[in-house]
């Protein structure tokens, strides 16, 4: 189990996540953070600095935000728009920047 972003990041991006999270997993798209699945340990640092509570257990994600459990996969596992390859395992967050896209479900989120 790994902790995923859910809905309530869109359009937010508060970022107070990523100075806590001691991996460097969360990276940045253009609406919303993604948490790199495979590298998250479950530590739970970015879940209580996040200030709209977008930040959850996968299991745990409320109910009709399903999909950004997926969504959060996706960010790392298949080419971005604009993209020829999957970001992947590029390393921390810190050392790729704000990758400025997102998955289409994400690009497309109506609120």
């Known amino acids: ?3 995923v972003i859910g809905a309530d990041c869109v359009d937010v991006l508060d970022r107070a996540c990523i100075e806590e999270c001691p991996l460097d997993c969360i990276f940045i798209g253009e609406r919303m ?3 790199q699945p495979d590298v998250c340990v479950d530590c739970a640092a970015c879940e ?3 200030p709209v509570e977008a930040i959850h257990y996968e299991d745990d994600i409320p109910s009709g935000q399903e999909q950004f459990v997926v969504e959060n996969a996706r960010f790392f596992s298949e080419p ?8 992947g395992h590029p390393g921390g967050a810190t050392v790729v920047g704000a990758v400025g896209v997102d998955t289409d479900y994400v690009r497309e989120y109506q609120r």
């Open 1 to 3: 189990m790994t902790f």
């Open 33 to 35: 953070a993604y948490i």
């Open 48 to 50: 209580p600095v996040c």
């Open 80 to 87: 971005l728009p604009g993209r020829a390859a999957p970001l």
